[in-house]
């Protein structure tokens, strides 16, 4: 039985949700978010609460409800606190500037990588450290992913990109014959 599915999702007064079939929509100012729950699940709003049901015990329609209340809670989350996500950039050389909407990095290749931000997104770069901002949780961790794979931490010096939180296993190096 799903646990996370019971939790009903409480949100602020400036959200306004609606429900239109197995649809629900997320509205704050200028930011309009929807979630298709393709009518896997049961959906009710009462005053500031939104509430999800499973359509039956079988196994698949409780996955569905506990992961529409997860998808529709990050919705709320990101509408009223927002993500973030930071990577760090380490080497010698290596760095990283927003021009307008492209993020340019110069990670040791023998030329510059210009990635193009997403819609939505903000990036912004303070010495070695790209933060990554925006209201979509999904969004927001795919660009980071895709950031850092343009250059990985290699375990040996620790060079590349790497997450401000991930701790990466240095390995030694060779050793004189003896």
Known sequence: MSRIGKKPVEFPA???VTVDGAIVTFVKGKSTRTLDTMGNVGIAVEGNVLTFSSNSDEREDRAFWGTYRALAA???TGLTKGFSKQLEINGVGYRAAVKGKVLNLQLGHSHDINY???AGLEIIVEKNVITIKGNDNQVVGQ???EIRSFRPPEP???KGVKYVEEHIVRKAGKTAKK
């Open 156 to 158: 040996y010096k620790g």
């Open 14 to 16: 400036d959200i306004k």
């Open 74 to 76: 990050n919705i709320i």
């Open 143 to 145: 660009t980071a992913a």
């Open 116 to 118: 193009d931000i997403p």
